[in-house]
């Protein structure tokens, strides 16, 4: 059915929705007026919209600058990658999958620096013929900029794909670029604020990938 499968990072391959808001906490000495919930919403997006439009709420593009830059120095750290893991099965998942011939890729919010050393660092960079992320295209998550780069990298059509994701911006993402979507429920949303979102899919968690595919995991 699908020939290619287009993932977002955070929240669906890897656990990082607690870092990410560690992260923020180590750079409320700003006195940032996000609470952890509205953080989590915005999740997906790249770090400066948040800080400008979440967490600051203001116009000022100056101070967002820098507060991004500063949460990314805090994503540079030891602990953030001591803290990251896979979640269960991933890497599993990831190797059948390429296993039974589909084309395989990242489309995330992340920043495309910081997402090459996460991949690197995890060491599942191989399982993907394209790694894009917020610096890859000009205007990122919840426009479909990135998946429609997606599709045209790994020469397949909008039909061909499944986007996965875990957040709003994904399922805006996916239909905006006409693909199929899915959300996997571990990451920032719940089961109902994924039903009022109307993806395609919902999985439990990635392991449940091949009631859509209409395969079984041959290990």
Known sequence: MYKAIIFDFDGVLV????????????IEAHNLTADDNELKSHFGKPVLNIMATCVLKTDRIED????????????SRKWFLDDMALFPKTENILQELKKQGFL???????????LIKFLDYLKIR???????GSSDVKNCKPYPDIALK????LG????????IGDAEADVSVAKGAGIASAIVLTGV???????DLSPDYILKDLSE??????????S
């Open 150 to 153: 997606a599709l045209d990298s």
């Open 189 to 195: 949303l719940n089961r109902k604020e994924a039903e």
């Open 64 to 75: 967002a600058q820098q507060l991004a830059s500063e949460f990314h120095e805090e994503v």
């Open 104 to 114: 395989l890729s990242i489309a995330s919010g992340t920043n495309s620096t910081f």
């Open 209 to 218: 990938i091949w009631r859509i595919l209409g395969k079984a995991a041959s």
């Open 15 to 26: 656990n990082t929705t607690g870092n990410y808001v560690k992260a923020f906490h180590k």
């Open 126 to 132: 191989k399982y993907f013929s394209v790694v894009l």
């Open 156 to 163: 397949v059509t909008a039909q061909d794909a499944l986007y």
